[in-house]
């Protein structure tokens, strides 16, 4: 790689090293939770516009769909990661608490609209599986390496 590619590498954000792995938790946590914002807010506009157009209530929207983007940035991330036991095992663990403790934090606001139950699931799936993921696929890496 050379200079200015690698210098144009380390000034983007997320910060990556050369294997295109992200580099630190809070870059991980900090861009999927900037996704997960965008994505809250893009339900929103869509429940504005659904709603003024008389088709439902606000709020009927699965809000699990702000997942969307965080989930995309982790598939990349898993991506960077050389194929193996340490990437494919980190994910499943990563996902399986992710989710059930997103169900948990769902189960915990039932009552409030689906959008908002599933935002707040959303966002918990995001933060258990960024800490799982990025800790986890590095401990076994180096177990296994």
């Known amino acids: 790689m050379s200079g200015a590619q690698q210098q144009q590498q380390q000034a983007t954000f997320p910060r990556r090293d050369a294997e295109g792995r992200i580099r630190t938790l809070g870059d991980l946590l900090g861009v999927s939770l900037a996704g997960l914002v965008i994505g809250v807010l893009a339900l929103l506009l869509f429940e504005g516009v659904f709603v003024s157009l008389g088709d439902g ?11 969307i983007l965080p989930l995309w940035l982790f598939w990349d991330d898993f991506r960077a990661w050389e194929f193996g036991a340490p990437r494919v095992l980190a994910a499943l663990v990563g996902l399986a608490l992710g989710v059930l403790s997103g169900l948990l934090a769902a189960g915990l606001a039932a009552g409030l ?22 800790h986890g696929v590095r401990w076994l890496d180096r177990r296994t390496g």
């Not at 209530?57 to 997942?67: E, H, K």
């Not at 935002?119 to 990025?134: E, G, N, P, R, S």
């Open 57 to 67: 209530r606000f709020g009927d929207t699965n809000g699990w769909l702000a997942v």
């Open 113 to 134: 609209p689906a959008l908002f139950t599933g935002a707040l699931a959303a966002a918990v799936l995001t933060v258990v599986y960024a800490v799982v993921w990025f």
